[in-house]
């Protein structure tokens, strides 16, 4: 077990120097002429000679690489170029704003899938299981912008029942950020009216978001069920004349949890991922966003920053996943 | 005449191992069976008909404006209405099919045999190489597959072509895994050995023994993948990070018709349905595949 961890924690940090060196190949080497697209490709030459110093763009390959990875382990990325502000400063805004919308509609995405999942293996080939099915294999399928824009012109333009978009009402102002999580710092600071219409802004993008892992989590629930529903040890326990409550909680979805996990792990990757195009449909000040108008904007550094911040994170989740399934299930052994 | 008998011996041998799915007969049969599979064969040969007849389905053309018919709403001479530019949505979803599935099948053809090429010769030769190619196949995994994409796409300077690549280059590690798995099984079976001590070359090994008998699980896999590619590339158009206009592309249709989403809610909402349609209709087929493809089911099912 020890074995595996220190394996495993080794391959994370290859992963992780991996990440850092393939953004840096997309960011200093591959692109064209990234001064041009800051500038303008029409400007005077001293212009562009002095923009290309302060980039660090005029030294040779290996010299970039070596001052890129000093800043990144000082966690620095530079000064972005199109807020005028540090990348890392703007991170700390930005991304507690999308951790915060990810483990909402995780949260959502982990209770609905897994009930739905096991009604839908315990009802097999019924109607619930065709209607469940159905539903998650739509929710899969679902691009994340389009249904955002579906749920602005329903629910926000013609129910009213959510807000236009952004993180709160212009009429408030943000809590005092101790951990970045509006939800949490207003109510430590006793502001109920902002806890409230944070969570009211959540709803939108959280319930876009939900939906999709919802789909893969009770995708996953359903057929870890059924097979494990069809394991001897559950005909045993029927057998005994236990209740078919015990049975299927207590003897099948313990066992059932295992892929369930490994499903959560991995949906909080594609929860980053529909992060950027949710956020950007809903205005939700979050880093997807960020990222997007970075990319948008050529904006380099902030680029870097955001994309690095994102794979560490999916990393991390990954490493999570590995520990915890070699924790829920002692038949595995490394 | 010595090799002859050997050779049929080794035939003998692999047939023994050949995949399940190669049963065309019996893989129809069981498609034909399944409902929700069968919804799905259905929307992919609507889709392709589509792309292929698109000239003469369509009512119109896809890219000529019509200013004075600008944002009229769904008629009987317009279907579903026509966009910003008096375009008409119809024909613009219409001849989309073809651009979606072209993205598609460019994007398999460059990462599968990129994935399987990679995969065999790491499960093949092992030790450093296989170290190798699976720490850099590690790294791309490490990356949420959008993110990757829209980094490469930027970094290449956003157009079609590019995503192309751009998603090809984040989706190989899954093939290349795969090829990797199926072929350290396989090099371990005896007729590879009878193979190798017939004197075969190892690139004749790999190229017509293990290549074939990996193909069903690559298939599979890829089919599970057409339905994300195309999701993926239209959430870049989207972005404005794939097709450029006027491309009548679905994910950049809905792009363009976000700032009329409240008054002419037809415009970005039409490209959608055919998106969810598409990828619906290529999960669907993928799942059926899959289940049809596992032995374990097979079994049960017959």
Redesign the interface.
């Known amino acids: 077990m020890l074995k595996y961890l220190i394996k495993r924690l080794m391959?994370f940090v290859?992963?992780?120097f991996?990440?850092v060196?393939?953004?840096f190949f997309?960011?200093h080497v591959?692109?064209?002429d990234p001064v041009g697209a800051i500038i303008g490709e029409n400007a005077p030459q001293e212009l562009v000679e002095k923009m290309e110093k302060e980039l660090g763009l005029d030294l040779p390959v290996g010299q970039q690489y070596i001052r890129y990875l000093k800043g990144i382990v000082h966690w620095d990325f530079g000064m972005s170029l199109r807020t005028q502000r540090p990348v890392s400063h703007d991170m700390r805004i930005y991304f507690p704003a999308t951790m915060e919308l990810a483990l909402f509609s995780l949260s959502i995405a982990i209770i609905f899938g897994i009930i739905i999942g096991i009604i839908s293996a315990v009802k097999r080939n019924q109607l619930p299981d065709n209607i469940s099915?159905v539903f998650s294999?739509?929710g899969?399928?679902?691009?994340?912008?389009?249904l955002g824009?579906?749920f602005?012109?329903i629910l926000y333009?013609h129910l009213g029942l959510i807000p236009a978009g952004g993180r709160l009402s212009p009429s408030l102002s943000s809590p005092p950020i101790i951990s970045g999580f509006y939800l949490l710092d207003s109510l430590i600071a006793g502001e109920f009216r902002t806890f409230w219409d944070a969570l009211y802004h959540l709803i939108g993008p959280g319930l876009v978001l939900g939906w999709i892992q919802t789909a893969y989590i009770c995708r996953v629930t359903r057929s870890s069920m059924l097979e494990v529903l069809n394991e001897e040890y559950i005909r045993t326990a029927r057998v005994k004349g236990l209740k078919e409550k015990i049975v299927i909680f207590r003897h099948a979805f313990k066992n059932a949890l295992i892929p369930v996990v490994t499903m959560i792990g991995i949906s909080f990757?594609?929860l980053?991922?529909g992060s950027?195009?949710t956020e950007?449909?809903f205005g939700y000040p979050g880093l997807g966003r960020y990222?997007?108008n970075s990319?948008?904007s050529?904006d380099l550094n902030s680029?870097i920053g955001s994309?690095t911040l994102?794979?560490i994170c999916?990393?991390l989740s990954?490493l999570i996943v590995d520990l915890l399934y070699a924790f829920l299930d002692p038949r595995i052994k490394y | 005449m010595n090799k002859d008998i050997s050779q049929n011996w080794i035939t003998s041998l692999k047939n023994r191992h050949s995949s399940e799915i190669s049963d065309i007969k019996e893989t129809l049969y069981l498609i034909k069976k399944s409902p929700l599979t069968m919804i799905g064969l259905t929307l992919i040969l609507i889709l392709v008909i589509v792309a292929i007849f698109a000239p003469y389905i369509a009512p119109h053309d896809p890219v000529t404006m019509h200013l004075d018919k600008r944002l009229a709403p769904p008629s009987k001479d317009h279907l579903l209405g026509t966009d910003e530019l008096g375009r008409d949505i119809l024909s613009r979803i219409i001849y989309g099919a073809g651009v979606a599935l072209k993205i598609m099948l460019i994007v398999l053809a460059i990462d599968l045999p990129l994935g399987i090429l990679l995969g065999l010769i790491a499960g093949y030769f092992g030790g450093w190489i296989d170290e190798i190619i699976m720490r850099i196949a590690d790294i791309f995994m490490a990356f949420p597959r959008l993110i990757l994409a829209m980094a490469i796409g930027a970094a290449l300077g956003p157009n079609l072509r590019n995503t192309m690549i751009a998603i090809a280059l984040t989706m190989w590690p899954i093939y290349a895994r795969l090829a990797r798995g199926e072929t350290l099984s396989i090099k371990e079976r005896t007729f590879i050995e009878a193979e190798r001590a017939l004197g075969t070359s190892n690139l004749k090994i790999l190229i017509s023994n293990i290549l074939p008998l990996c193909f069903s699980t690559l298939i599979v896999r890829a089919t599970l993948d057409m339905g994300n590619i195309i999701r993926i590339a239209a959430g870049m158009s989207f972005l404005g990070l794939g097709a450029q206009p006027p491309t009548p592309d679905w994910g950049l249709m809905i792009s363009s018709g976000r700032n009329f989403l409240i008054n002419q809610w037809w415009i970005p909402t039409f490209p959608g349905f055919a998106i969810l349609l598409t990828v619906f209709g290529f999960n669907l087929l993928g799942d059926g595949i899959r289940d049809i493809s596992d032995p374990h089911l097979r079994r049960g099912k017959k």
């Not at chain 1, 899969?140 to 389009?146: K, V």
């Open positions: 391959l290859i992963v992780i991996g990440v060196t393939v953004t997309l960011s591959i692109p064209a099915r294999l739509v899969i399928s679902m691009p994340a912008f389009w824009l579906l602005i012109l333009y990757g594609y980053l991922e950027v195009l950007t449909v990222a997007v990319f948008l050529l680029v994309v994102i794979a999916y990393a990954n």
